[in-house]
């Protein structure tokens, strides 16, 4: 079963347009919209369970039962109040589960068949816990079905249209064992995950990719896709210091200006310094980076290379090497250097990830991998209500350095 291109098509023209959390997550909005069809989907798949044929299927003749139209309902989730159309059976037998007859206060979808599948629970896991806990007699193979609606709804969510303009773009990955499903052997892969700052200041996850180890060839193809669906400017690209990375972000946006992080730039020094030395360096490679401007940056750095370079070559040489890609958060406002001179944003993504899959040690393929991410995304998301703190402040500073790549938006 599917959702009708015409109900997709609309979905994206609503996502097209949001411009803010309100036009996402408001009483219209096109997050709402996208829950009412997935609870319908469900509804509808239950309904084919229940028949034991699909919708139209020329088995169903004579079977003793069929469907008889709808009954329209409203019910109040945790994004307000949604219209639901319930089908309904000539026997008038179905028993659905994902909004039960007379229930008219939904608790927060998590706490339904979908989130405890987010959350790391196996179907047999969720059939066990909804009979202990609800009293609900259901079996593994409609709880799979109703799941993998749930492939629909993110395909729809990572090809939807974005922004024109990100100011900020968060890039990193983080890995997860997978079983390969031809060789059954079990490897790493990376979860490549891309967060977005847009001109209102709001966070937004732009999509998620798995892929093999991490390497910058693929994140070529991630930012392709990006520039694809709809983004013609990312002014700045905070990254960590993998090979490669800054030439592949320019290759696709060559106006966007790459910050590697201080605190990546920082471990990877440290990493070849004797332990006895580490603490001391770290202090004075401090007087680098937090230094009021590049100069003085410079004229600190000289000074540690003068201390420390000839013992710990192999860890302070990379500063000068990436210098143009370390430096451009100097010439930024405080507030914005706060906020590009580390991944700490992404990786703050990541160890809530962490959370909701450690119960997970061995995915069984990469799509169930990257539903869970999703559906753990569309959770967290939910917390991102404000915009970052003083961003109109911020965005007068954005849009006068980058008042060039800004021209046509603004």
Not at 38 to 47: G, I, P, V
Not at 310 to 327: I, T
Request: with cysteine; net charge positive; proline share 3%.
């Amino acid at each position: 079963m599917d959702l009708n291109d015409e109900v997709f098509e609309q979905l994206k023209k609503d996502l097209s347009k949001a411009k803010s959390y309100k036009d996402l997550m408001g009483e219209n909005g096109a997050i709402k919209k996208i829950l009412k069809a997935s609870l319908e989907l469900m509804l509808e798949t239950e309904m084919n369970e229940h028949l034991g044929y699909q919708k139209h299927d020329p088995s169903g003749n004579n079977s003793g039962n069929s469907r008889n139209g709808k009954t329209r309902k409203s019910v109040l989730t945790d994004q307000g109040e949604i219209q639901l159309d319930t089908p309904r059976d000539r026997k008038g037998d179905f028993e659905p589960m994902v909004v039960k007859k007379h229930e008219r206060r939904l608790g927060e979808l998590e706490d339904k068949i979908i989130s405890m599948y987010a959350k790391g629970m196996t179907t047999r896991d969720i059939e066990s816990h909804l009979e202990d806990i609800y009293g609900i007699n259901t079996s593994a193979s409609l709880i799979s079905h109703i799941t993998d609606q749930i492939t629909i709804m993110a395909a729809e969510w990572q090809n939807r249209p974005l922004e024109p303009v990100y100011t900020v773009v968060y890039l990193d990955a983080i890995h997860f064992k997978v079983r390969d499903e031809t060789t059954r052997r079990v490897t790493s892969k990376a979860a490549y995950t891309c967060l977005g700052i847009d001109l209102h200041g709001y966070k937004e996850l732009l999509g998620l990719w798995i892929g093999e180890a991490e390497g910058a060839s693929f994140w070529l193809t991630v930012l392709t896709e990006l520039r694809n669906r709809g983004i013609k400017q990312i002014l700045i690209a905070c990254i960590d210091g993998l090979k490669g990375f800054p030439d592949a972000i320019q290759a696709v946006f060559p106006e966007t200006e790459v910050q590697l992080c201080i605190i990546h730039q920082l471990r990877n020094s440290l990493k070849y310094v004797g332990n006895k030395d580490r603490r001391t360096v770290a202090g004075d490679l401090k007087h680098v980076y937090t230094a009021p401007t590049e100069e003085a940056a410079l004229m600190a750095l000289e000074q540690v290379e003068k201390t420390w370079l000839k013992k710990y070559a192999l860890g302070l040489r990379s500063w000068r090497e990436n210098w143009s890609n370390l430096s451009p958060f100097f010439k930024y406002p405080e507030e914005l250097k706060r906020i590009i001179y580390t991944t700490n944003a992404v990786e703050s993504l990541h160890r809530q990830f962490r959370k909701i899959t450690k119960s997970k040690s061995v995915f069984p393929h990469n799509e169930a991998l990257k539903k869970t991410l999703y559906l753990a995304y569309r959770d967290l998301g939910k917390k991102w209500t404000r915009p970052i703190p003083n961003w109109q402040l911020l965005l007068g500073h954005i849009s006068i350095i980058f008042e060039k790549q800004l021209a046509s938006f603004l």
